[in-house]
């Protein structure tokens, strides 16, 4: 990673952007409070559409490599001063951070089909996110993007300043990454924002690669987030989300001013996905901005959903304000982009405490009751975020049936993990072809280190009810992060399903054991929720026939799951589970 920013936002709602922690350093604080700025209804939903040749690049990874190699160990890069207003205008400074800081080597498994993906005492916080095609698995932090295949073997790693390299303008460090895969065109698309310190103009910097191998040839681009369209405004963007459907690729960020910190408005881009993934250097693109929630309220942190089949809107949801959920949808998304919006009451929610842990002070910063993540599939859109409950941080989640929309979104259910001795908080929702809801999360406590866990939501079980949390990979340590009384932790995980539409996969962060605890390190899990559907049947494709035979051979001799061909769940894909496929083989499946 580069040179990088240590910065404080004197307004309210800021959370996302990332600092560094050098061993002796104290970061500044991000304040909170509520939001001023009112948006008449005639400034709403503002839209305008533009075809622009955005900076862009096709490089493989030969090229990026090569740049790390010229990079070499430490990338400078000096940040010119920043003007200062009576306003609370970020306050940057800069640190030399290694690159390669995150690296330890081979990944290591265990029987639960999980592997450390690195880790960071530098890099605050680290915004996990995880995508998986057949092959391989690409996980993403502030510090890092890798690649692995689905043994858990590292097959690339790269800082985001040598990634992006070919297209991110110069004096930008980079926050907030995001990376999924869609089975609908076999690409995986990654996004991060890049902020120039000088200024806090902002670019998202958009990555596609070629197919479901990332260690290959990527387009690259660099567009101009300040721009509503082609127009210039002086706002910035920060937390980004990310979303797919069959014809769009979806951004969406909150909005903050440039010149006085005050945040603005939510804006939506939508991307056109063909041009995406025949790596067009022309694009072109719609704006959506100064969104309002039905009632007329200012939106927040919308989330564009990751979409499974053919979907009649493209999807978007989320959670504010404290007693509703808004379901957000575009009809013609690539014409002429109309917003549709329904709001649907869940009682109240407050936002949560700051979580905590064994040993005192610090607690963990749970920011707010923002959404963190969407899924649309089966005609329901599902999410989830994090709560107060007595005392404590408690996770809701919600499937809202989208039928009927725009007439209406019905609350199909929604549910709560909570405990009033334990706190959950950055929760992201999955969702499987039978209808199986995974959530992945962070859990802590006056007696639990902060660790990663999993609960599920099966069709069989009550509405709004989650089987027994699972423990994924458990804290050992304090936790000290940058210091100070709250101290950052995130700011989101990754859950996502296999493609094998069955099994989940989660990414997310536990503290670093090996530095007492002053940075962290990440973790990749691979994990079944109930019996197979139909054992055998790897690819979900309703019989049990060559397909999944080659499955199995590809996999044979190595470590696997219940995709990969280990039918015993004994971890690994031997002479036992071919026997057993070959017992079943042309059998379909119920």
């Known amino acids: 990673m580069s040179c990088c920013a240590v910065h404080a936002f004197a307004t309210s709602r800021l959370r996302g952007c990332w600092w560094i922690v050098p061993a002796l350093a104290m970061c500044a604080v991000v304040a909170r409070g509520q939001v001023g ?17 955005p900076p862009m690049v096709i490089e493989d990874d030969a090229a990026v490599l090569e740049r790390e190699r010229n990079l070499g160990l430490i990338d400078v890069v000096t940040y010119p001063p920043l003007r200062q207003d009576n306003v609370g205008l970020p306050q940057l400074q800069h640190w030399l951070v290694d690159p390669h800081a995150d690296d330890t080597g081979p990944a290591t498994r265990d029987l639960l089909e999980g592997w450390n993906a690195g880790g960071s005492s530098q890099v605050i916080p680290p915004d996990c996110g995880i995508a998986v095609s057949p092959t391989h698995v690409v996980v993403t932090t502030n510090a890092k993007l890798k690649f692995f295949d689905r043994t858990g073997a590292q097959t690339g790693s790269f800082s ?13 460090f980079t926050s907030d990454p995001k990376v999924l ?19 806090f103009k902002t670019w998202y910097l958009v990555a596609v690669s070629d197919d479901a191998n990332p260690s290959g040839t990527w387009a690259k681009y660099a567009l101009d987030s300040t721009l509503n369209g082609q127009n210039s405004t002086n706002n910035w963007s920060d937390y980004p989300g990310f979303g797919v459907d069959s014809q769009t690729v979806l951004i969406t960020a909150n909005m903050f ?41 200012v939106a927040f942190t919308i989330q564009p959903a990751q979409h499974y089949g053919a979907n009649p809107f493209t999807f978007l949801a989320d959670t504010n304000p404290s007693s509703k959920v808004t379901v957000f949808g575009i009809q013609d998304p690539l014409g002429s982009a109309t917003l549709f919006k329904k709001s649907r009451n869940v009682g109240n929610y407050n936002q949560p405490p700051a979580a905590e842990q064994p040993g005192g002070s610090p607690r963990l910063d749970t920011i707010d009751n923002r959404t963190y993540n969407a899924v649309w599939r089966n005609n329901s859109i599902y999410f989830a975020h994090t709560v107060g409950a007595s005392s404590q941080a408690a996770i809701q989640w919600y499937e809202v049936d989208t039928t009927d ?45 902060a660790s990663i866990y999993y609960a599920a939501h099966m069709p069989a079980d009550p509405a709004g009810q989650v089987g027994p949390l699972t423990l994924i990979h458990a804290g050992t340590v ?32 536990y503290p670093n054991p090996n530095n007492n605890g002053a940075g962290w390190r990440v973790w990749v899990q691979h994990f079944s929720v ?9 690819n979900s494709d309703g ?27 004994d971890g690994d894909v031997d002479l036992t589970d071919l026997a057993s496929l070959l017992a079943v083989f042309g059998t379909p499946c119920p």
């Open 181 to 199: 895969y869609d089975p609908d065109s076999g690409r995986f698309f990654v996004m991060i924002v890049a902020i120039r310190g000088s200024d």
């Open 160 to 172: 985001w300043s040598s990634f992006f390299g070919g297209v991110r303008p110069s004096n930008t």
């Open 530 to 538: 109930g019996a197979p559907p139909c054992p055998g049947d790897f």
């Open 37 to 53: 700025q009112t948006i008449s209804p005639a400034d709403a939903d503002q839209k305008a559409r533009a075809t622009v040749s």
């Open 405 to 449: 929309f725009p007439n209406s979104a019905t609350l199909v259910q929604n549910g709560s993990i909570a405990d009033p001795a334990a706190n959950h908080f950055f929760p992201t929702i999955a969702v499987n072809a039978s209808g199986t809801v995974a959530i992945g999360f962070c859990r802590s406590s006056t007696s639990e280190f």
């Open 478 to 509: 304090h936790y000290s992060g940058e210091g100070g009384s709250v101290v950052r932790w995130g700011d989101y995980s990754g859950t996502v399903v296999d493609p094998d539409d069955q099994t989940f996969w989660h990414f997310n962060e």
């Open 257 to 297: 001013s440039r010149t006085t910190g005050a945040y603005r408005y939510v804006k939506i881009r939508i991307l056109n996905k063909q041009e995406l993934i025949n790596f067009a250097a022309t694009l072109t693109w719609t704006d959506i901005w100064n969104v309002t929630d039905p009632d007329g309220g």
């Open 543 to 569: 019989v049990v026939d060559i397909g999944d035979l080659s499955i199995l051979l590809g996999n044979f001799g190595g470590a696997g799951g219940p995709a990969d061909g280990d039918m015993d769940g």
